[in-house]
């Protein structure tokens, strides 16, 4: 099969980070928002060096001849890649940071340097610095008495070379990010703004007397935080002690990326590189701010100016649910779809607190993956822990980033009566699924919820995700034995409805795809839509290229890696790829295999790339309703439509807001104001 087909994984993530950068650069998006973009370029770049660039480097000491299964590029041919398509990116986060911010004057709100403030203003700032700032830095000249310190990771620090009176060179650090003293400084007499880390710059000569200044940067280190648990794990240790040492550990990773905010000499860089142990390829020169995580009290200082934010949006009540009867019963009646954020959560944590309180539930199973800082839901699973309720909560530690908050929850489970377990050896398990089991003097019942998103209030304002609730009893003891499973550190085999990976999704998905060839074949109308974050199992990739071959309409919404390249002539010429990336966050996956009148329509927690479908315990979930199935299709039909948001890619890899005459819809705008339209005529 030709590989021009196929696109590296890491190149295709920088063109999702490229696209989320054009958000930035789009004079359409309200100001503020669009330095928010910036921003999340810049963390989401943080992450991909952190996970993705250092899985290379490891691999690169491991395995250098190793080749990834889509473009046979070995860890180092895609190093070399990777790193010039960041110098492009990153000089353009610069330039469009810059006209952002000098946008931003004409409102009122400034961000200084030292070439840009009066005399008296100086005369403020070295004051501020004498009196708030001077006593709490602490300063490092290295030396045989003094080794070269620790660099935390993300943390910024001033760098400077200084040479003695008799003309030996010493290096001097001063960290910037002690947290005791405000990163913003505001100056007096209006909104005014200087990074302190900025004003500790140009002022280390106070610092460093007796000392004459040759070079100086500001300096931020980004860590290798790829480090697999399992590998590692010892059977005899705590779990999640082992867990809590284990971040503890990849806070000390070596370094995959060292950033500057001036130009040093060659000399200097590599001897920076030296004592951080990296290699000058690695050192990136920003002429923005090294961390852009402030640009948040930039926005608050403006939030009262309508025109440089979007407007307003709220979660909508669904009309599915009528608020004066319980949950479980109006889910027993007909299954129920929330759409998030246009739609609240409250009925689903309604629906666990009511359960929680429920004399006749028995029991409430839940995965838990990522959830809120302060989460209604781990509370409401503590409630019914209190009343009797057996609760039995997978709490998956190994949730990248956020194992210390899902450590802590545990902890609090545990303590509360429930019974906690932490997932199976080799697999994360990423599902989302809840399973309220009622026993009534009639029956058993079953009421499953299967989600697409994280069980977390926050951010199911911000992500468009799916909640999918059904009293369906084949549903149900599918999800029984998946808890069963999952208690006994084991995965399902067998499915007839649920597919649920590692096992029963991958294989399940193909013969679907094998269906829709063998009635292309037969000269029938073939059909396959798919809804995801990232296409990378090159399995179900080669079926989707089959499939085109034969005829079959694919029609595919990934908003970030897709490492198959549609519209290419004779390979995949039925496929069309569009990514959405606007205000939300898109998230929900959904599949739909069968053209119009046998649709078989699933939600899932999966994307289709191989860590989700063979290396994680996943769900999706057959939607049986008429109603509901209805109002998926016409979703992502209205998501084909999207002409401002949508970017088409072509049998190049590029990706293009294709020019259009047609009225333009914006479907994250359409959904939301169709749920404002919906909820004031209930």
Known sequence: MNE?????????????????????????????????????????????????????IDQMLV???????????????????????????????????????????????KLVDFSKISEEESKFLEAYFDVEISGLISPTIVGKRQPFPFLKNKEIYAVVILTTKGGKERLGIIPCGSGVFDRLIRLPGGNTYMLSEELILHYIPKVFKGYQVKEKSLLRVTRNADIDADALYDEDLDY????????????????????LSRKLSEESVKMLCGYLTTKPQYVFRSQSPLDLSFVFQIEDALRKIPELFYARRTPRKSPAFTGDRPILDQIKEKDKLLSY??????????????????KDVVSIKMTLYRVA??????????????NGKEVLVLVELKARFDEENNIGWSRLLEDAGCRVIYGLDGYKVHSKLCLITKKTDEQIEYYTQIGTGNYNEKTSRLYTDLSLMTYNVDIGLEAANVFQALAMGETIKRVDHLLVAPKCLQNKVLDMIDEEIRHAEAGEPAYIGLKMNSLTDKKIMEKLVEASCAGVKIDMVVRGICCLIPQVPGKTENIRVRS??????????????????????????????????????EVAAPVYDEEIKARLLRMFHIMLQDNQQARQEDGEGIYRILPTDEEPLDSQEYFYAEAYEIAENL
């Open 580 to 617: 959405i990336v606007g205000r939300f966050l898109e998230h929900s996956r959904i599949y739909i295999f069968g053209s119009e009148g046998r649709e078989k329509i699933y939600s899932a927690s999966a994307d289709f790339m191989t860590r989700n479908t063979l290396r994680r315990v």
């Open 341 to 358: 954020p246009y739609e609240s959560i409250n009925p689903f944590l309604n629906m666990l607190h009511q359960a929680a309180n429920d």
């Open 63 to 109: 395995a250098k001849d190793s080749r990834e299964n889509k473009t046979h590029m070995t860890p180092k041919e895609q190093i070399q890649a990777i790193l010039p398509q960041v110098e492009i990116l990153n000089r353009r986060k610069d330039e469009v940071y810059g006209k952002i911010m000098k946008k931003i004057e004409d409102y009122g709100v």
């Open 4 to 56: 021009t087909i196929y696109m590296n994984r890491e190149l295709s993530w920088l063109k999702f980070n490229e696209r989320v950068l054009e958000e930035a650069e789009n004079p359409k998006v309200p100001l503020c928002e669009r330095l928010s973009f910036a921003s999340i370029y810049q963390s989401n770049l943080d992450e991909f060096f952190m996970v993705r660039v250092g899985s290379l």
């Open 240 to 259: 999640r002690e082992f867990m809590a040492e284990l971040i503890k550990r990849r806070k000390k990773l070596s370094p995959v990326r060292i950033e």
């Open 373 to 386: 800082k302060q989460s209604k839901v781990v509370e409401a699973l503590i409630e019914a822990a209190e």
